[in-house]
C-alpha cells in the first residue's frame, strides 16, 4: 500500500474513532462499544502497514505475532451486527419503515465500522499472507491462499473466544494461564459450528475481495 493510502486509512479511522468519542461515547449510548471495538480492529491494519519483505527477521516475525493475535478483532465487528436488532425502523401501525435521525444514525454508526474493520482487516490479512509466503520461500498463489484459509479458521476461533468467552486478545499477554484453561474448555458442538460458519463468512468476504482485485487487472 502507498504511504498516500496509508494515511488515507489512518485518518479515516481517526477521524471516526473521535466522531464516535463524542457523538456516541460521552453520550453514553448503547453503541459506546465502537469506540474500543474499532481501536481494537484497528490495530491488526495499523500493524500490517508497517511490515514489509525486507524488514529484520525477529521484528517482521514479532509484528506477524502481534498481528495474529489482534487480528480477529477486525472481522469480529461481524457479530456486532446482530445489535441492529435493538434498531426497530418500523411504524407498529403502518408496518412501513420510518426516518428517525437516532435510528439511522445508530445503523450508520455500526455498518460503517464494520464494513471498515471488516474490509481493512481482510486487506491486512491477505497482505500479511503473501509476505509470510515469501518469508517461507513459497510465494505461490495456491500457498498464499492455504495461509488466507487457515489464518481464517483461526480468527473465527478467536471471534468465538472475544464474543462468547468475553476474552480479548490482551489477556493472552497478562493472563495466559487462566485464557488458556477457559479456551480449552470450550470445545463442543456449538463451538464448532459457529466457528465453521464464521471461516465460510470470512472466506466469502475475502472471495468477494479477490475477485474485485483479479477484474481490476485487466485493465492494467
Same mark, same amino acid.
Given at each position: 500500500m502507498?504511504? #498516500?493510502?496509508?494515511?488515507?486509512? !489512518?485518518?479515516?479511522?481517526?477521524?471516526? /474513532?473521535?466522531?464516535?468519542?463524542?457523538?456516541?461515547?460521552r453520550v453514553n449510548s448503547f453503541y459506546s462499544f465502537l469506540l474500543l471495538n474499532t481501536f481494537l480492529a484497528y490495530i491488526p491494519i495499523e500493524l500490517a502497514m508497517h511490515m514489509h519483505s525486507k524488514q529484520n527477521r525477529w521484528v517482521f516475525w514479532l509484528f506477524f505475532?502481534?498481528?495474529?493475535?489482534f487480528y480477529p478483532n477486525a472481522p469480529y465487528l461481524l457479530t456486532d451486527l446482530y445489535h441492529l436488532a435493538r434498531?426497530?425502523?418500523?411504524?407498529?401501525? #403502518?408496518?412501513? /419503515? /420510518?426516518? !428517525?435521525?437516532d435510528l439511522w444514525k445508530n445503523f450508520a454508526d455500526l455498518v460503517l465500522a464494520t464494513l471498515g474493520c471488516t474490509l481493512m482487516g481482510m486487506w491486512s490479512l491477505d497482505?500479511?499472507?503473501?509476505?509470510?509466503?515469501? !518469508?517461507?520461500?513459497?510465494?505461490?498463489?495456491?500457498?498464499?491462499?492455504?495461509?488466507?484459509?487457515?489464518?481464517?479458521?483461526?480468527?473465527?476461533?478467536?471471534v468465538f473466544i472475544g464474543r462468547f468467552l468475553r476474552l480479548h486478545s490482551i489477556y493472552l499477554i497478562f493472563e495466559p494461564q487462566w485464557a488458556l484453561? !477457559?479456551?480449552?474448555q470450550m470445545w463442543d458442538l456449538k463451538a464448532l459450528i459457529f466457528i465453521v460458519s464464521f471461516f465460510i463468512i470470512q472466506m466469502a468476504v475475502w472471495i468477494c475481495m479477490e475477485i474485485y482485485r483479479h477484474s481490476l487487472q485487466q485493465f492494467n
Open positions: 502507498k504511504q #498516500t493510502s496509508q494515511w488515507l486509512v !489512518r485518518t479515516i479511522f481517526v477521524v471516526y /474513532m473521535i466522531y464516535i468519542y463524542f457523538f456516541v461515547y505475532l502481534v498481528w495474529a493475535l434498531v426497530n425502523p418500523y411504524d407498529p401501525q #403502518t408496518n412501513l /419503515m /420510518m426516518f !428517525r435521525f497482505y500479511v499472507a503473501h509476505l509470510v509466503a515469501i !518469508r517461507l520461500h513459497q510465494p505461490s498463489r495456491l500457498f498464499c491462499y492455504s495461509l488466507v484459509a487457515i489464518f481464517n479458521f483461526f480468527s473465527a476461533i478467536g484453561q !477457559r479456551i480449552v
